[in-house]
């Protein structure tokens, strides 16, 4: 199955995260819209993972059915694959020690500005497309993950009872 690429890019930071907190105010506070979402390096595994994340998102927007209050948070939720923010956090959002991330683009724009953030926030481009090989299944919340398919399969549990 050919999945076209997702607006997505991994960046490394001037340093390591010492205040995740301050660094995720000062994120919200710098990019340009809520179409732009920072997730953990080791969240992201596949271009398939997330535009199901995202076509789901925008779904649960569509018929009011979203557990989080913004399309950003409900897409973070969705691939953390949770009810629960703070867990979602805790799975797909950046943490102390933290040196690199993924910059997400969950909106229509066809060319989005991730040089703009790049800029304002001083990240490196590293150039790398999502591999399974980058995941890191337990800190996402999955048991055991042989695939990219059981991050896929995250999103659909995502909404279950």
Known sequence: ?????????????????????????????????????????????????????????????????MRSQTIDGEFIRLIAG??????????VGITQGDGEAWIAYIGEKQSPEFDTIFESLNFEDMNIRPAFELGDSQRSGIEEAKDAYAYLSQIHLADLS
């Open 1 to 65: 199955m050919d999945v076209p690429e997702f607006p997505i890019r991994r960046v490394k930071f001037v340093e390591q995260i010492s205040q995740p907190r301050e660094f995720v105010g000062n994120w919200l506070e710098k990019r340009p819209s809520e179409y732009f979402v920072l997730l953990a390096p080791t969240a992201v595994v596949s271009d398939a993972q997330l535009w199901v994340a995202k076509n789901k998102a925008f779904l649960n927007q569509d018929r009011s059915l």
């Open 82 to 91: 949770t009810q629960n923010m703070n867990l979602a956090f805790d799975r």
